[in-house]
């Protein structure tokens, strides 16, 4: 009994304030911390006016893909560890996936991968991205 009184006045302390009411709503990817991420930049800013390819491409990225892939293609997103998202920017990578076979992945997932319901569209600018992003 005794081993367990530091214990108990320990959470008793802790739980004479409330929570902050930001403590209390749900965690959003939006609320991840990105300071590791500065000075990485994404492969082509989606810039007003550029091509609109290069612009579906990274604005699909930045919505599914770099959570885990991170924002150039490392697997260094903040979930990508806990899936072991690949370095989609490896030569050598690159040259054992052709791009038939990643629209297969990206529309049918792979291992934690979940599948991405997008259109043609989108796929294509997404397999230009990574193909672009080969030795970054």
Same mark, same amino acid.
């Given at each position: ?14 739980? #004479?304030?409330?929570?902050?009411? !930001? ?6 990817? $939006? #609320? @991840? #911390? ?5 000075? $990485? ?27 885990? @892939? ?5 697997? !260094? ?9 690949? !370095? ?26 979940? $599948? ?21």
């Amino acid at each position: 009994m005794r081993r367990l009184l530091p214990f108990a006045l320990l959470v008793a302390a802790a739980c #004479d304030r409330a929570p902050s009411p !930001d403590a209390a709503r749900e965690w959003t990817p $939006r #609320d @991840h #911390d990105k300071a590791e991420l500065a000075g $990485r930049q994404p492969i082509a800013p989606a810039a007003q006016g550029g091509d609109p390819v290069v612009q579906l491409g990274e604005l699909t990225w930045q919505q599914n893909c770099a959570q885990c @892939h991170g924002p150039v293609g490392h697997g !260094d997103g903040p979930n990508g560890a806990l899936v072991k998202a690949p !370095d989609l920017t490896r030569a050598e990578w690159q040259a054992t996936v052709s791009d038939a076979q990643l629209a297969g992945q990206i529309l049918n997932g792979k291992g934690l991968m979940p $599948r991405f319901e997008l259109p043609e569209s989108a796929v294509k600018a997404l397999i230009t991205r990574i193909r672009a992003s080969r030795g970054r």
